[in-house]
Structure formats: C-alpha cells, structure tokens
DNA sequence: TCTTCCCGCCACTGG
DNA sequence: CCAGTGGCGGGAAGA
C-alpha cells in the first residue's frame, strides 16, 4: 500500500532514530535499488507499481517519475494499468537510434513551424536553431520501440508537451543527434522544451525536471556530471552505451554509438585533454567530430567534406531522409546532402536567450572546426 | 549562499 | 465517479 512515507511511517512506529538522509531517496538510488540492480539477477517480467514503490518504502509519486524516463528509453514499457515489462538493456540500442532517427527527422519538418517571421543572418546558427527547435515538437515518425509523445492536437494537451517522458527523450536527443557532448542542466533547460512562446514552464521548473531525468539517467551510466574543465560549472557528460551495465551480448554498444567516447574509456578524464580548443569561450559543450554525424558508421565520406568551410555538417542539418520503402531499416544509408538542405530550410528564432546561447555554440563549433579543418584530417579509430 | 532535487498537493485521465 | 497518473513548485538537505 501507499504508505505516506517510510520516513514519516518510521517516525509514528517509534524507531525514533533514523536519521532521515536525502541521499537515500534520490531517484537514481532508487532507480538502481529497485531497477536495475535485481533486474539482472531476477529474471525478465514484468513490474509492479505497487511492489517498487513499497519494496523502495518511498510513495507511489516517486516510482512515477522512475519509470517515466526509463521508458523513454526503452527499457521499460508500461503494459497496463500498474504494471510495466521490463525490456532489459538490450531495447537500449535500438531504442537510441529510434530516438537519433527521430531527432533528425523532426528537424526535416521544423520548417512548418508557426510562426517563421524573422530572418537572421548567420547561417550556422540558423541550423542549430532548426535542429533544437524542433525537439520541441511533436513527430509522428514511425519507428516503434520507444513511446511516442505524438497527439500535437489543439491546446489542450500542454500536459503531454511537458512530460517527463518527453523531456528525457529530447534532451537524450540533444547528446545523439548534436555533437553537444558536455552540457549543464542549465542550457538544457533553455534549449529543450519549447521555446516560452507557448509553453509557460519556467526554466527554474525544467531545471528541477532535469535533476531528475539526469539522476536516473546517471544511475544507468547514460551520462555522468562532470564540471566543465575550465569553468568548473556543473555539468553532464554523455557516456551512451559505453558505461552500461553488461547485458551479456556485448554486441549491444557495437551499432549507434558510432561516435563519441570510445569503448572501455570510463570517463574519469579521458578526453578531458581535448578540450582545450578554445579558451576565449565559456560554452560548456565542446563539438567533435563533426563528420561523425550520420548515425551509421561505415560511411567515410568526412575528407571529402573536410576541406570546405562550411559548417554545414550533420547534426544540426535537417535530415529527412527519403527513406526507402517504409518502416525500419535500421541499415538506411543517411548520406544527405547537407548543404543544399540547409539552404533550404532556414529556420527563425526569437528568443534572444536562445540566441546568444547558440552564438555561444556555433562559436565553439567554428573554433573547432577550423583548428582541426587545418591541422589534420580527423582520424577516428573504430 | 547556491545547487540539487524530494515531497506531496492537486489537476488530469481513462476505465 | 474514482483510482491511477503525473505536472509543478515550495522549500529543505547538501556542498
């Protein structure tokens, strides 16, 4: 049953001194206490609400928001009414690429949005706009293994748009679909979830989302705080597959995490030196591998590419594939032409925050870029 | 003090 | 109508 709370249950009972420690009901404690942890060891079925919630002695509310962003990432699906199947770790990969798909997809009709009025210059920092703006959008894309927040109906379903579930799901998106590979909570908050035009979440609220997506998120080893190695600002480190529990086959971390960190690396400061690119700037996400952005990974197509000086690469082009048939090819050959499709769509923004955060990245990015564009070809080990 | 984020009220939802 | 869900933001623990 819905005991109010094991803490103040403890109190009434008498055990007058349990030292009520927060630490021991955070969401990613909870997450791998009752989640993962005995998931592995127990055998794959299906989970209880009730049974977390008072196997954890936390109320129901908080098993709520644990399950919401597991499933969001495909590990949990809800069944029916207080009860979810559990997917295992193996729905993870498949589960990123959908939401990668996804991300690039949404981007592809991020130019039907309302209200395109303003025109700015800069073209980079147009295709950033598009890119993140679009997260805040509802798609109807067809891939199937993580839940859909779709029904962009009429005003009424604000409910869904600031959902738990949906928030995860873009600010995943954010590490997969975008070269962000560091990022605080903080500019999360600014980039995800709508632009204030209509949504009227403060970003204080989004921030206190985040914290809770990042805990449970954290205690999968999706990602991990860090600081930002100059600025010392708090901030969360994309690890992917790399740092999740072993699910048997380790086949599973092989395909969609083409890029970014790479295998046994645990984080601890191993690509920290890479970070020293620019010192002028204060952003707190650092671009790399730009080339790297389709999400298969044969492809190699980056010298090519290299030598121009356009930043007109992946992420945060518009990539609506043309798509061959219609349901999943997980193999789809994403090559685009990024260039001609970045002329084409040629977002707005009005949100002067939004702006200079932006301006911020695309810096960074161009920063980057031009360093390693004259200095040496990219070379990536696989 | 500032950051992190748990708690639980109460509005929605769907059965 | 009611039980199940889950936004939302106050405010307290932690650093």
């Not at 990432?73 to 729905?91: D, E, I, M, Q």
């Not at 996804?102 to 706009?129: H, L, P, Q, Y």
């Not at 205690?219 to 969360?236: D, G, L, Q, V, W």
């Not at 601890?268 to 790297?292: I, Q, S, Y």
Request: aromatic share 8%; hydrophobic share 30%; with cysteine.
């Amino acid at each position: 049953m819905a005991l109010p709370s094991a803490y103040a249950a403890a109190v009434e009972s008498g055990s007058k001194d349990i030292p009520y420690c927060r630490k021991q009901k955070s969401l990613g404690l909870l997450c791998s206490k009752y989640f993962l942890e005995p998931v592995r060891s127990r055998g794959i079925e299906t989970i209880g609400l009730d049974d977390a919630a008072s196997k954890l002695g936390v109320e129901r509310r908080r098993i709520y928001d644990i399950v919401n962003v597991l499933e969001s990432v495909g590990v949990l699906s809800r069944k029916a009414k207080n009860r979810y199947t559990w997917k295992g770790f193996g729905a993870i990969p498949k589960a990123l690429e959908d939401l990668k798909k996804e991300g690039f997809r949404e981007n592809g009709s991020a130019a039907a949005d309302t209200s395109c009025s303003e025109k700015v210059s800069d073209d980079d920092e147009d295709e950033m706009c598009s890119y993140v703006n679009s997260l805040s959008q509802n798609d109807k894309s067809d891939s199937s293994s993580i839940p859909k927040y779709a029904v962009p109906s009429k005003s009424g379903d604000n409910r869904k748009e600031k959902s738990l579930g949906l928030l995860t799901q873009n600010f995943v998106k954010l590490f997969l679909c975008t070269d962000m590979d560091m990022i605080s909570l903080d500019d999360a908050a600014k980039l995800l979830l709508g632009d204030g035009k209509h949504t009227s979440m403060t970003t204080r609220t989004k921030v206190r989302r985040l914290y809770d997506i990042a805990n449970v998120l954290s205690s999968m080893k999706f990602i991990e705080k860090t600081h930002h190695p100059e600025t010392r600002k708090p901030a969360f480190r994309w690890l992917g597959l790399n740092g999740k529990p072993d699910n048997g086959t380790a086949n599973s971390m092989v395909l969609s995490e083409s890029k970014k960190r790479m295998f046994g690396t645990d984080l601890t400061n191993t690509t920290a030196k890479r970070f020293k690119v620019d010192e002028d700037a204060h952003h707190v996400l650092k671009p790399h591998n730009p080339t790297r952005v389709k999400h298969e990974t044969e492809s190699e197509d980056e010298k090519t590419r290299s030598g121009v000086k356009s930043y007109h690469y992946g992420p945060f082009a518009p990539a609506n594939v043309p798509k061959v048939g219609s349901s999943h090819d997980d193999k789809g050959k994403t090559v685009v032409d990024w260039e001609s499709l970045a002329s084409t769509y040629r977002p707005q923004y009005h949100n002067q925050a939004l702006k200079d955060l932006f301006s911020h990245y695309v810096e960074a990015w161009k920063s980057w870029y031009s360093e390693v564009a004259d200095k040496s070809p990219i070379q990536l080990m696989s």
